[in-house]
């Protein structure tokens, strides 16, 4: 009997180290921005030198294509507001490879960075983009 009750305690403590072990797993962490300067270099990169996987539509392909294309000359004209947008429906796209996720990822943090502050200097259209944001967050 003492066997027993000295074996169900060791495996009742053993079970619940084995559970606290796990619940000590942390959140993955996003990604670090880039420079705002290096986004539209790291985003032409990154069409340049991996192809869009093959999908069953090539317009959806040429539609991918076009958002990363304009969303590199709205960052080459410091349009930040127009990037933003433009990279967010980067960002749900399903046709892009991880590394052109990862990118447009780490731009879109950097564009925000970029809007945030220029809101936060009275830029109008900066707080309109970052109200609409929140808005539909």
């Not at 590394?99 to 009275?122: I, P, Y």
């Amino acid at each position: 009997m003492k066997i027993q009750i000295h074996l169900t305690t060791i495996l009742l403590v053993c079970g619940g180290l084995l559970c606290l072990a796990g619940c000590g797993s942390k959140e993955p962490s996003p990604p670090p921005p880039m420079a705002i300067e290096e986004a539209p270099v790291q985003l032409q990169r990154a069409v340049q030198t991996q192809a869009l996987p093959s999908s069953d539509s090539k317009s959806v392909h040429a539609e991918t294509q076009a958002l990363l294309n304009e969303a590199v000359a709205a960052l080459q004209a410091k349009n930040y507001t127009q990037a933003f947008f433009l990279l967010q429906n980067l960002s749900l796209r399903s046709d892009l490879t991880a590394d052109q996720r990862s990118v447009v990822s780490r731009s879109l943090l950097a564009v925000n960075q970029a809007l945030s502050a220029q809101a936060n200097a009275g830029n109008l259209e900066a707080q309109q983009a970052m109200k609409i944001y929140r808005a539909n967050k």
